[in-house]
Protein backbone atom coordinates (compact mmCIF):
# COMPACT_ATOMS: atom_id res chain seq x y z
CA UNK A 1 0.00 0.00 0.00
CA UNK A 2 1.52 3.20 -1.46
CA UNK A 3 -0.36 5.20 1.78
CA UNK A 4 1.79 3.32 4.28
CA UNK A 5 5.21 5.20 5.34
CA UNK A 6 8.31 3.49 4.25
CA UNK A 7 9.49 3.09 8.32
CA UNK A 8 6.59 1.21 9.12
CA UNK A 9 8.14 -1.88 7.63
CA UNK A 10 11.13 -1.34 10.23
CA UNK A 11 9.17 -0.81 13.04
CA UNK A 12 9.89 -4.27 14.40
CA UNK A 13 13.64 -3.75 14.45
CA UNK A 14 13.03 -2.18 17.68
CA UNK A 15 12.64 -5.46 19.20
CA UNK A 16 15.59 -6.65 18.23
CA UNK A 17 18.09 -3.98 18.19
CA UNK A 18 19.42 -1.89 21.55
CA UNK A 19 20.47 1.29 21.45
CA UNK A 20 24.43 -0.56 21.14
CA UNK A 21 24.16 -2.17 18.53
CA UNK A 22 25.90 -1.81 15.37
CA UNK A 23 24.40 -2.43 11.93
CA UNK A 24 25.96 -3.51 8.71
CA UNK A 25 22.93 -2.34 5.78
CA UNK A 26 22.58 -1.02 2.50
CA UNK A 27 22.30 2.63 1.71
CA UNK A 28 18.67 2.08 1.26
CA UNK A 29 18.01 1.16 4.61
CA UNK A 30 20.78 2.47 6.94
CA UNK A 31 18.28 5.75 7.51
CA UNK A 32 15.54 3.59 9.12
CA UNK A 33 17.38 1.96 11.46
CA UNK A 34 18.45 4.56 14.14
CA UNK A 35 14.57 5.51 14.45
CA UNK A 36 14.18 1.92 15.85
CA UNK A 37 17.47 1.21 18.06
CA UNK A 38 20.89 0.74 17.14
CA UNK A 39 23.31 2.59 15.01
CA UNK A 40 24.63 2.11 11.44
CA UNK A 41 28.37 1.38 10.44
CA UNK A 42 28.01 4.07 7.25
CA UNK A 43 24.70 6.26 7.28
CA UNK A 44 23.07 7.15 4.17
CA UNK A 45 23.51 10.44 4.61
CA UNK A 46 26.58 12.53 6.19
CA UNK A 47 26.48 13.17 10.01
CA UNK A 48 28.86 15.85 11.37
CA UNK A 49 29.73 13.96 14.73
CA UNK A 50 31.14 10.85 12.25
CA UNK A 51 34.92 11.78 11.26
CA UNK A 52 35.94 8.46 9.55
CA UNK A 53 32.78 8.41 6.91
CA UNK A 54 35.19 7.94 4.27
CA UNK A 55 36.36 4.52 5.73
CA UNK A 56 33.30 3.53 6.27
CA UNK A 57 31.89 4.19 2.68
CA UNK A 58 35.34 2.55 1.37
CA UNK A 59 34.03 -0.68 3.29
CA UNK A 60 30.57 -0.46 2.82
CA UNK A 61 31.00 -0.26 -0.95
CA UNK A 62 33.27 -3.41 -0.75
CA UNK A 63 30.55 -5.38 0.62
CA UNK A 64 27.96 -4.19 -1.58
CA UNK A 65 29.30 -3.69 -4.55
CA UNK A 66 33.08 -5.59 -4.97
CA UNK A 67 30.82 -8.91 -4.64
CA UNK A 68 32.77 -9.61 -0.98
CA UNK A 69 33.97 -12.90 0.75
CA UNK A 70 33.15 -14.19 3.77
CA UNK A 71 36.90 -12.98 5.24
CA UNK A 72 36.19 -9.41 3.71
CA UNK A 73 33.04 -9.35 5.90
CA UNK A 74 34.48 -10.74 8.56
CA UNK A 75 37.11 -8.14 8.81
CA UNK A 76 34.74 -5.25 8.24
CA UNK A 77 32.45 -6.57 11.12
CA UNK A 78 35.77 -6.38 13.55
CA UNK A 79 37.15 -3.57 12.18
CA UNK A 80 33.92 -1.19 13.20
CA UNK A 81 31.98 -4.00 16.04
CA UNK A 82 29.14 -4.54 14.03
CA UNK A 83 26.33 -6.36 16.15
CA UNK A 84 23.83 -7.04 13.23
CA UNK A 85 23.65 -7.13 9.46
CA UNK A 86 20.19 -6.16 7.82
CA UNK A 87 20.17 -7.80 4.47
CA UNK A 88 17.47 -6.37 2.09
CA UNK A 89 15.45 -8.79 0.03
CA UNK A 90 16.97 -7.13 -3.16
CA UNK A 91 18.54 -9.02 -6.88
CA UNK A 92 21.23 -10.34 -4.67
CA UNK A 93 19.37 -11.12 -1.30
CA UNK A 94 20.57 -15.06 -1.65
CA UNK A 95 23.63 -14.88 -2.33
CA UNK A 96 24.15 -11.91 0.61
CA UNK A 97 22.30 -14.20 3.00
CA UNK A 98 24.45 -17.33 2.14
CA UNK A 99 27.37 -15.31 3.55
CA UNK A 100 26.25 -13.08 5.90
CA UNK A 101 24.38 -16.47 7.77
CA UNK A 102 28.26 -17.90 7.61
CA UNK A 103 28.33 -14.69 10.44
CA UNK A 104 25.45 -15.17 12.80
CA UNK A 105 21.70 -16.46 13.43
CA UNK A 106 19.36 -14.87 11.66
CA UNK A 107 17.27 -13.62 14.48
CA UNK A 108 14.04 -11.78 12.49
CA UNK A 109 12.60 -11.79 9.21
CA UNK A 110 10.03 -9.80 7.19
CA UNK A 111 9.26 -10.13 3.30
CA UNK A 112 11.70 -6.87 2.98
CA UNK A 113 14.63 -7.93 4.78
CA UNK A 114 16.37 -10.68 7.51
CA UNK A 115 18.47 -9.28 10.33
CA UNK A 116 21.20 -11.59 10.91
CA UNK A 117 23.07 -11.03 14.83
CA UNK A 118 26.76 -11.73 14.83
CA UNK A 119 27.83 -14.68 16.81
CA UNK A 120 30.32 -13.90 19.58
CA UNK A 121 33.60 -15.96 18.17
CA UNK A 122 32.88 -13.97 14.96
CA UNK A 123 33.46 -10.42 16.23
CA UNK A 124 34.32 -11.02 20.22
Not at 57 to 67: A, I, P, S, W
Not at 84 to 100: G, N, P, Q, T, Y
Amino acid sequence: NSSVPAYRAYESLSGYLAPDDVVISDRLTANMIPTFGGKVMCPRFHQFFISDLEARNRDLKRLYEENAGIEVWKEVVARWGVTCILVSRDARFSERMALVSQLGKTVFEREEYSLVRISPEVAP
